[in-house]
């Protein structure tokens, strides 16, 4: 088991920046995927961004390419998301998800655990 706990949401302007926080505990993180997805109002829950905990390989959605940076810290057992030049549409609530193995999913039915999730609101 992998229990996941996100933070840092909230309200930015449009062209701000934040940074989410996932507190993860449980099973050796060590041998996980970890990854960020995203769900606006009305739409279907899609990828955001995904790290191999082991080696740190990358992989992000087109749309946030370039704009967020996913990172992890392996002391604290935590997966951040740094997201800068944000814009109205990344307005969604904000899940943390982990996966076991090395390959970085883009594929939302591959992650077995997931967090609550954190509201992001970008006023345009």
């Known amino acids: 088991q992998v229990q996941l706990v996100e933070s840092g949401g909230g309200l930015v302007q449009a062209g701000g920046s934040l940074r989410l926080s996932c507190a993860a505990s449980?099973?050796?993180?060590?041998?996980?995927?970890m990854g960020w997805f995203r769900q606006a109002p009305g739409k279907e829950r899609e990828f955001v961004a995904a790290?191999?905990?082991?080696?740190?390989?990358?992989n992000y959605a087109p749309s946030v390419k370039g704009r967020f940076i996913i990172s992890r810290d392996n002391a604290k057992n935590t997966l951040y998301l740094q997201m800068n030049s944000l814009k109205f549409e990344d307005t969604a609530v904000y899940y943390c998800a982990a996966r076991a193995g090395l390959v970085v999913d883009s594929e939302r039915g591959a992650y077995k655990y997931w967090g609550q999730g954190t509201q992001v609101t970008v006023s345009s």
């Open positions: 790290i191999a905990w082991s080696g740190g390989s990358t």
């Open positions: 449980g099973r050796t993180v060590s041998s996980v995927v």
